[in-house]
């Protein structure tokens, strides 16, 4: 995650009338009326509840129009069905070290992951094993991304020094289509759309163009980007989120063609901690108090016109884009509404009213804030969001609220 390492914690919204104070470092704001039920949905997605193996959980899940697949910590896969939850194939493998997490690559058929020094790729229709990679010892794969039939990874020298090699492998074979030395800085994204990759190194941000890997494009020396956020067809520079400092570079968002600074609003001065970004350019943001992230606030912008859209009080949480929602979960420190799956309209925000209305899902074991939960949102239009927990591995596919 960006930080592909797992946020924990849960995000919180004001709920009227109804909120324990908030924890040091945020500050108070109205908040919207929660309607506490999920809407009925119908099609091949189900509710469901599945037990992962330790591997799993200790992996990284995540999900397509059709299916849910998770690789293990030992770089095999899992795939599940949408419906049950129960397993439909499997593909073992038996690596040790660190991961590079999963991308998924639906229009291939193919999912992809890299453990230690070996990059693997199983079919999402049959789990066969597609191809691998290996490479030399004393090198490790760091980060992974797809697009276009491309996959993007990204290696390093174990333990990592500032320079990396990016590798784009062709995703139905695996066949090499090049390899670059990139500068690059430890948990930044790799992002690529549109015929391009980006890579960031905390100060710059390269594009390269997907087929020959030659650099086409980089960000101005007086722009600067400790953090890069991504999301549909978007690039934004923020302060870092590790950054122990009290200040922190106004955010930019990035032309992807030139990479110059494009107008972007920004009226706060808290850390950025983390964010994503939807298909139509709503960023949202946490930011917190530079000393403790725990608690601070969700920002929308509107990247293409250029505002401030919403705000509200929340603690910590991973978040994400479904069905025109920004999702998260609701407080930790709410005692009587924590542990749940909380959506609000990207547009209209906490506020919104009828449709636009943020919602609320029951309250389920695997949305609990010890479980570190993460959300995976299937691509299509599934109307289901699937709740991955770590402490007590398993999976919940739930309406989407």
Request: with cysteine.
């Amino acid at each position: 995650m960006k930080r592909r390492i797992v946020v924990v914690g849960a995000a919180l919204v004001m709920l009227a009338g109804c909120a324990d104070t908030p924890a040091s470092g945020g500050s108070r704001s109205s908040g919207p009326t929660v309607e506490t039920t999920s809407r009925s949905v119908s099609g091949p997605w189900r509710a469901w509840a599945a037990s992962l193996s330790s591997g799993e959980a200790h992996g990284s899940c995540g999900a397509t129009a059709h299916q849910v697949v998770c690789a293990t910590d030992s770089g095999g896969f899992v795939g599940r069905s949408r419906a049950d939850g129960r397993i439909t194939w499997t593909l073992s493998a038996g690596d040790h070290g660190k991961s590079a997490g999963l991308a998924v690559d639906a229009a291939d058929e193919r999912a992809v992951t890299g453990v230690a020094g070996r990059l693997r790729a199983a079919n999402l229709r049959t789990g066969a094993q597609a191809w691998t990679h290996q490479l030399r010892t004393g090198r490790a794969y760091l980060a992974l991304a797809a697009a276009d039939g491309i996959v993007y990874a990204l290696d390093a020298p174990d333990p990592f020094t500032d320079t990396a090699v990016l590798d784009a492998v062709r995703a139905s074979d695996g066949t090499p289509l090049w390899h670059r030395t990139v500068a690059w800085s430890t948990g930044e994204p790799l992002a690529a759309f549109r015929g391009r990759v980006y890579t960031a190194d905390g100060t710059r941000v390269t594009a390269r163009d997907a087929r020959t890997g030659d650099i086409v494009a980089t960000s101005p020396t007086g722009v600067e980007c400790p953090h890069l956020v991504t999301g549909g067809h978007y690039l934004v520079c923020t302060g870092s989120p590790f950054s122990a400092g009290d200040t922190f570079p106004p955010m930019r968002r990035l032309d992807p063609a030139t990479l110059r600074a494009l107008p972007t609003p920004r009226n706060t001065i808290d850390k950025p901690v983390h964010g994503v970004i939807s298909d139509d350019g709503i960023l949202v943001l946490y930011e917190a108090g530079a000393e403790d992230t725990s608690a601070g606030n969700w920002f929308a912008y509107d990247l293409e016109n250029d505002r401030k859209l919403w705000s509200t009080y929340a603690t910590e949480a991973d978040a994400a884009v479904a069905g025109g929602r920004f999702v998260t979960f609701t407080p930790v420190n709410d005692r009587a509404r924590r542990g749940r799956v909380l959506s609000i309209d990207l547009h209209a925000g906490p506020q919104g009213t009828g449709t636009a209305a943020p919602r609320m899902s029951a309250a389920y074991a695997q949305t609990r804030g010890g479980e570190h939960p993460v959300l995976v949102a299937p691509g299509g239009d599934t109307g289901h969001i699937v709740v991955m927990a770590r402490a007590h591995g398993s999976l919940r596919s739930l309406p989407l609220p």
